[in-house]
């Protein structure tokens, strides 16, 4: 067995301390803003911000549309930390690069985490704009072999078998409900099962609708790795997308899947994603 190609314990626990020397805010919720989706970050409130580049071990994010900060604060009065920006698969990164920051949050302390991006709508009675709820996922590269869990297993962090029938948590996916009901926002609240590809090229039209008959409402290129760690080391998990375009199904479409549009789709649902959120993270109860 090869030694984890991540971080030791040891590591992700100086991290944490690093972290945790300079600022007050002991945080119980974890946030990952998704692309086009950091403005939830600038939402906090008595900000201790850190750039990705000064924190230890930390990787850097080099996507447009991704900040690259690490922000503590207060989200309606809770202690939240959250990472403006994340790591993906196509930027290269070894994928447990990609998830060190779950092991960080855990050593912080949090206990629930919230994770939003966009993602190409497969199921056809989804409309660009809305937001999904994560009920499952499917996890391609996991199936290739690459899983940020694989490697030695450090006991401390989780068991060597983890669970993931039960990766989003139910009550989670009902108070997002209950939530997104009181604020209107019922018409475009959906909920469904999430795809994580390697990108960064999207899909043929063939494997859109591969993904389609698998049972894949909607297809990425982030959160599942995220949660895979998460779930691992005992925090609960919330996710979802903002469908912000349609892949493409039939070979008569003349749409091109291309990062602007999800930019832009981003910014028309930012303000209602956020406040979908903020008013969950005020009604998360924690033990
Ligand atoms: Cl269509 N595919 C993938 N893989 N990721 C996306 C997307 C599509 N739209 C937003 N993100």
Redo the contacts with the bound molecule.
Sequence with gaps: EEGNAGYSYEECRATADWLLAQVDIRPLVGIVCGSGLGGLAEMLKDQVAFNYKDIPSFPQSTVHGHAGRLVFGTLKGRACVCMQGRFHLYEGYPIQKITLPMRIFKLLGVETVILTN???GLNQDYRVGDIMILKDHLNMPGFAGNNPLAGLNDERFGVRFPCMSDAYDRDLQQLAFDVGAELGYSDFLRKGVYCV?G?PS??TIAECRMLHTLGADA???STVHEVLVARHCGMRCFALSLI??Q?VMDYESEEK?NHEE?LETGKLRAEQLERLVSNMVLRIQHN
């Design positions: 966009a993602a190409g590809l990108g999207f899909e297809v990425g290129m912000t375009n892949a899947a999800v």
